[in-house]
């Protein structure tokens, strides 16, 4: 049986926030003493970090902790974003083991970390099994990272988010145990006799039919389907952003296929990247990943309500992967670029998630990006929700 449980605190006392949290992730799990626990926070309580630490861990009686912080956290009970936060999940169970991790440095030694990540999990074998990473936003590749676990241990699924803060800090934190660190990945393995259910939502929403990519050249979209790039992303600037060009590259972006052997850009099948340069004289689009000719695409619109209906349509997914369970605890990593900012008021991924799927131990934080699986493939995301649930 798995006893999970979590809190929130916004006080803007680093121990009373980890206190109060940590009380209430306890009361709702029904325990005492946690076999492990995660912990989310905003930038601003990393400078008392040793006390964030050590009180987590006299609190719930144990150190097999990790953590990150974020742009903002979240539980259940809902969101914290612009405000300190501190989010606390603890459990305790016999039919899962979960083991912390931090490596550091990040920066330069992705494709390194990514072998002795593929050598574990190619030597556990375990058949229910996740891998929570939460890497440095601001240092590190976390595709050279995806791509070196899968090419040394194929498919395992991984989800996660990363590291983030508000922008004052100028630093991302990871944690596990009572060591904090920057430029560093932190992380939890997950094994045993438990189910994983993984899906994400779509923070941005097809607004063209797949169209193919008919010259490139890097990430230089050049032409598609014969067409000068610049002119086909044109003719979807009408009104207001036809007359502000920086407001439409915050909600325009490009979807590529997830799949590159199927190459399918349909039913959230796909990756948004940000469009990062346009070039008037050659009519050329930059993007934010590789491309490539006979590539499939879409453009994308960034949209409150779109978004919604998208996460309605996966938690609708997730409700029929449960078949009636009710799930022992979950977690959800957001995009910082969602939340307030992409719905107009705050709470709502929360709201929707709880409104759902009832009231079970959640945590979550806004991050820098996502990681998920779609298909059998680990991926990087962007403007996405990836929600994770666990059941017995």
């Known amino acids: 049986m798995i006893r999970a449980g979590a809190g929130q605190s916004n006080h803007p006392s680093t121990t009373q926030a980890i206190t109060d949290a940590a009380a209430q992730a306890l009361a709702q799990a029904g325990i005492s003493r946690a076999d492990g626990g995660v912990v989310f926070f905003s930038a601003d309580h ?12 006299r609190i719930i009686g144990t150190d097999c902790v990790t953590g990150s912080s974020g742009a903002g956290v979240l539980t259940g009970a809902g969101e914290i974003e612009g405000d300190h936060g501190v989010a606390v999940m603890v459990f305790s169970s016999d039919r899962f083991f979960a083991r912390p991790f931090i490596f550091e440095p990040l920066r330069g030694n992705e494709a390194s970390l990514g072998e002795t990540f593929g050598g574990f999990l190619a030597k556990a074998q375990d058949e229910k099994s996740l891998m929570l990473l939460f890497p440095d936003t601001y240092n590190g590749n976390p595709q050279t990272l995806l791509q070196a ?71 230089l979209i050049l032409e598609i389907d014969h067409q000068p790039a ?27 296929p997830a799949d590159p052997v199927a190459n399918s850009v349909a039913a959230g099948n796909y990756l948004v990247r940000n469009i990062i340069g346009l070039d008037p004289d050659k009519g050329i689009v930059a993007v934010a990943d590789q491309v490539r000719v006979g590539q499939s695409m879409i453009f994308t619109l960034r949209d409150g309500q779109r978004a919604r209906d998208d996460l309605q349509e996966m938690l609708q997914r997730q409700l029929g992967r449960l078949n009636g369970k009710k799930p022992a605890m979950g977690f959800y990593f957001n995009c910082c670029a969602r939340g307030q900012g992409l719905y107009g008021i705050p709470g709502i991924d929360a709201a929707y998630i709880k409104q759902a799927l009832g009231d079970f131990p959640l945590i979550g934080m806004f991050g820098g990006y996502e990681l998920a699986p779609l298909g059998r493939v680990n991926h990087l995301f962007a403007y996405t929700g990836v929600l994770v649930l666990i059941t017995d």
């Open 46 to 57: 990393a400078a008392e970090g040793q006390a964030l630490a050590a009180t987590l861990a």
């Open 149 to 219: 676990i899968h090419s040394r241990a194929g498919f395992h699924p991984i989800a996660g988010a990363g590291s983030s803060e508000n922008g004052v800090a100028g630093a991302t934190y990871q944690l596990c145990g009572d060591k904090l660190a920057s430029n560093a990945l932190a992380g939890m393995y997950i094994s045993g006799d438990v189910d994983i259910h993984i899906d994400i939502t779509q923070g941005c929403q097809p607004i063209t039919p797949p169209m193919t990519i008919t010259k490139a050249e890097n990430n």
């Open 230 to 256: 610049l002119e086909v992303f044109a003719k979807l600037l009408k009104g207001p952003l036809a007359e502000d060009l920086r407001r439409a590259l915050t909600v325009l972006f490009v979807g590529l």
